[in-house]
């Protein structure tokens, strides 16, 4: 295997999916470093790492290895697959744009949604999901549980949740008001 072609499609590969090193590096379970490795062709990824970066990716290995064909693998067609799920759950107007508006996410944004509302709901989402909810089901785990931080903050009580919504909502209340010219004790009639 050449080292430094392969390291440039591992680059292109992580570039596309607007990751750091370290992010793609703890996604095939490797760390950062061997990721500057791979790109810069110093290191040679093993088997393992380059069906993990395929599978993970969808990356199409024939591209990775030898740079013959297309990066990714063909996927089904993202609208129709939706459409077919609208319209076999018989989803109404909201669903159907929520679920098209999260799928429109870039992966990392969709992380972060999840992450929000893992935090927000904590008891509610341990029981629809069980003990690791943003655990993804399709990809291979490689590192072992980090000890549990003791002194890390514990799970936030339903009145802090709805103490922060609160607080959220105000801000966002007040930022709406002063954009439009709207706010407290403002009249909105343009003076002369």
Not at 23 to 41: A, C, D, P
Not at 60 to 82: A, F, H, I, K
Not at 130 to 137: D, F, I, V
């Amino acid at each position: 295997m050449d080292a430094k072609r392969i390291g440039k499609r591992i680059k292109e590969i992580r570039k596309d999916q607007d990751l750091t090193q370290t992010e793609f590096g703890s996604q095939i379970g490797v760390k950062g470093n061997t990721v500057t490795g791979y790109e810069n062709g110093t290191r040679c990824p093993s088997d393992a790492v380059i069906n993990s970066i395929c599978l993970i990716f969808g990356v199409d290995q024939t591209w990775l290895r030898t740079g013959e064909g297309t990066m990714y693998l063909s996927v089904p067609n993202t609208e129709s697959s939706l459409q077919r799920l609208f319209s076999d759950f018989s989803c109404n107007n909201l669903e159907i744009k929520f679920l098209d508006a999260y799928f429109g996410l870039s992966r990392k944004e969709r992380k972060a949604f999840c992450e929000v509302i893992e935090k927000m709901f904590p008891d509610a989402i341990s029981k629809i999901v069980g003990s690791n909810p943003l655990e993804n089901p399709f990809e291979p785990v490689f590192e072992e549980a980090l000890p549990l931080d003791r002194n890390a903050p514990q799970e936030m009580s339903r009145e802090e949740i709805h103490a922060e919504l609160d607080r959220q909502l105000d801000e966002e209340k007040e930022a709406a008001e002063n954009a439009s010219g709207f706010g407290h004790g403002k009249s909105g009639r343009a003076t002369g």
